[in-house]
C-alpha cells in the first residue's frame, strides 16, 4: 500500500512534538516515503537529528538556509506530497494557514501544496475552545483541509480537558483514510464480522479460540476507507475500536447470530471473518465447577453455523467466508465454499508461524467459483483489499 507514496510531516512548536517521532516511526514501518519540516519552535523540543535518523531524509527547517539541491524547498516538498500531516497542530500554525500568512517554511509549503492536508490539534482546553481558533478550524474545514479530533486527557500545563494529541494509531487511520482515492463502495452498507467468540462453562472458564480480530478490523478499515457504511458486529478482542465504524460488541455465538441476522437485511454484502465457536458445552453451571482429584468430563453441543444460515437466505447479496485450516486447505474450502453457498471463500493456513491469528500477515487463497487466486504473503490491510476488489469484480457480473 505505502509503495511511492510520499508523507511531508509538518513539526510544530509544542510539549506533544515528541509524538512526531512515533509518528514518523510507524509510517516509515508501513514503507510511506518521509520528509519533515520543523518550526524553529518546535527544535526547542525535539532535534531535526532526531527526525532525520527516523526519516532517513534530510530535515528542513530554516526558510533561508543554503540548499542542499538547486530544488526550492518548500516547492519541492509542496509537490512531492501526497498527503501533508501537521503534528502537534498549534493554535499559531491553525491561524496562519486560516488567514494565509507563510511567513516560515511550514507555512509556505503548506499554501504552496495540492496534496491534502490532516491537521492533528494540540493544545490547552481553554485555547482549543477560543471562539477564534475554532472560528479557525471551522474555515479550513471549508476549504478541504482535514483534522483529526484532539482527545480529552492530562495536560502539560495541568488542566484535564479537550486538547490532547490525538492517539498516533488515531492520526495514522486518517492518513489511511485520506491515501486511499478509491472510493468504490460509496454507497454500499457491508456488514463484517470479527474475532472470536466465547462459551460460558461456569462463572470462571470458558472455551473459545485464538482469533485475534486482525483480519476482520482490517477489511471493516478498509471498506470504510472505500467509502462504504461498515457495520462491524466484534467478539471479545485486543485491538482499539476503528472510528467512523458502526460497532455491535458480542460474546457468544448465539450473540453473534442474533446480531448478524438482524442486520443482514440491510446490507449489500457479509464478509464473516469472525471464527466463532463451533461448540459450546451442554450446560452450563451457575457456580463455579470445583477442582477435584479426578477427571473432569465436560460434554459439548454444536453452536448453530452462522455462515450456513446466512448461506440460505443470501439472494442477491455478496457472501465472503473464510477457511482457516491446517491441511488439505483448497480442497476444504472448496467444499465449505458450494455447502455454505458463498460467492468466494478466503483459506489461508493457520500453521504457518509468521502468519494468521496473531500476526499482522497473512497468506490466503481466495476461491470463488470461476477462478482461483493464490496470494503472496502480505499485511491484513492489503488483503482486505484484494477481498473488497473481489466483491466488486463478482457485483459487476451479477
Same mark, same amino acid.
Given at each position: 500500500m505505502a509503495n511511492g507514496i510520499n508523507i511531508v510531516i509538518g513539526i510544530c512548536g509544542g510539549i506533544a512534538a515528541y509524538k512526531g517521532l512515533e509518528l514518523v516511526s510507524a509510517l516509515k514501518k508501513l514503507e510511506f516515503n518521509i520528509d519533515v519540516i520543523m518550526t524553529k519552535a518546535a527544535t526547542k523540543f525535539v532535534t531535526p537529528l532526531?527526525?532525520?535518523?527516523?526519516?532517513? $531524509?534530510?530535515?528542513?527547517? /530554516?526558510?533561508?538556509? =543554503?540548499?542542499?539541491?538547486?530544488?526550492?524547498?518548500?516547492i519541492s516538498l509542496a509537490k512531492k506530497a501526497d498527503i501533508f500531516v501537521v503534528i502537534p497542530a498549534t493554535a499559531d500554525i491553525i491561524g496562519k494557514v486560516a488567514c494565509g500568512i507563510a511567513d516560515d517554511m511550514l507555512t509556505t509549503t503548506i499554501m504552496a501544496t495540492k496534496a491534502q492536508v490532516l491537521f492533528a490539534p494540540a493544545m490547552n482546553t481553554k485555547m482549543y475552545e477560543n471562539l477564534i481558533v475554532q472560528s479557525n478550524i471551522k474555515k479550513l474545514r471549508e476549504y478541504g483541509y482535514h483534522f483529526v479530533e484532539p482527545a480529552v486527557g492530562r495536560l502539560a500545563c495541568g488542566d484535564v480537558g479537550k486538547g490532547k494529541?490525538?492517539?498516533?494509531?488515531?492520526?495514522? /487511520? #486518517?492518513? *489511511?483514510?485520506?491515501?486511499?482515492?478509491?472510493?468504490?463502495?460509496? *454507497?454500499?452498507?457491508?456488514?463484517?464480522?470479527?474475532?472470536?467468540?466465547?462459551e460460558p462453562i461456569d462463572p470462571v472458564r470458558y472455551i473459545t479460540n485464538?482469533?485475534? *480480530?486482525?483480519?476482520?478490523?482490517?477489511i471493516a478499515e478498509c471498506a470504510r476507507d472505500r467509502g462504504a457504511e461498515v457495520l462491524l458486529i466484534t467478539g471479545p478482542v485486543h485491538i482499539k475500536e476503528p472510528r467512523n465504524i458502526d460497532i455491535i460488541h458480542i460474546k457468544t455465538n448465539e450473540d453473534m447470530y442474533s446480531s448478524v441476522m438482524e442486520n443482514y437485511k440491510n446490507c449489500d454484502?457479509?464478509?464473516?471473518?469472525?471464527?466463532?465457536? /463451533?461448540?459450546?458445552?451442554? #450446560?452450563?453451571?451457575? =457456580?463455579?465447577?470445583?477442582?477435584?482429584?479426578? #477427571?473432569?468430563?465436560?460434554?459439548?453441543?454444536k453452536n448453530i453455523d452462522i455462515l450456513n444460515e446466512l448461506g440460505k437466505i443470501k439472494g442477491?447479496?455478496?457472501?465472503? *467466508?473464510?477457511?482457516? #485450516?491446517? =491441511?488439505?486447505?483448497?480442497? $476444504?474450502?472448496?467444499?465449505?465454499l458450494e455447502e455454505k453457498n458463498l460467492d468466494f471463500i478466503v483459506a489461508n493456513d493457520i500453521s504457518s508461524v509468521d502468519t494468521g491469528f496473531n500476526s499482522e500477515y497473512n497468506k490466503a487463497c481466495i476461491i470463488s467459483r470461476d477462478r482461483t487466486e493464490d496470494l503472496p504473503r502480505m499485511s491484513k490491510r492489503e488483503l482486505a483489499d484484494k477481498i473488497l476488489d473481489n466483491i466488486k469484480r463478482i457485483s459487476a457480473n451479477k
Open positions: 532526531s527526525f532525520q535518523s527516523l526519516s532517513l $531524509n534530510p530535515v528542513v527547517v /530554516d526558510m533561508f538556509e =543554503q540548499p542542499k539541491t538547486w530544488e526550492i524547498s518548500h494529541l490525538a492517539d498516533v494509531d488515531d492520526i495514522l /487511520d #486518517e492518513i *489511511g483514510t485520506l491515501i486511499v482515492k478509491k472510493k468504490d463502495f460509496k *454507497g454500499s452498507r457491508v456488514l463484517v464480522t470479527a474475532g472470536p467468540t466465547i485464538r482469533s485475534s *480480530g486482525r483480519m476482520g478490523y482490517a454484502a457479509v464478509i464473516k471473518a469472525a471464527a466463532p465457536a /463451533d461448540y459450546r458445552p451442554l #450446560e452450563y453451571s451457575k =457456580q463455579k465447577i470445583k477442582k477435584n482429584k479426578g #477427571e473432569l468430563v465436560l460434554k459439548l453441543t442477491d447479496k455478496i457472501l465472503v *467466508g473464510f477457511a482457516a #485450516e491446517s =491441511q488439505n486447505i483448497i480442497e $476444504n474450502a472448496k467444499e465449505k
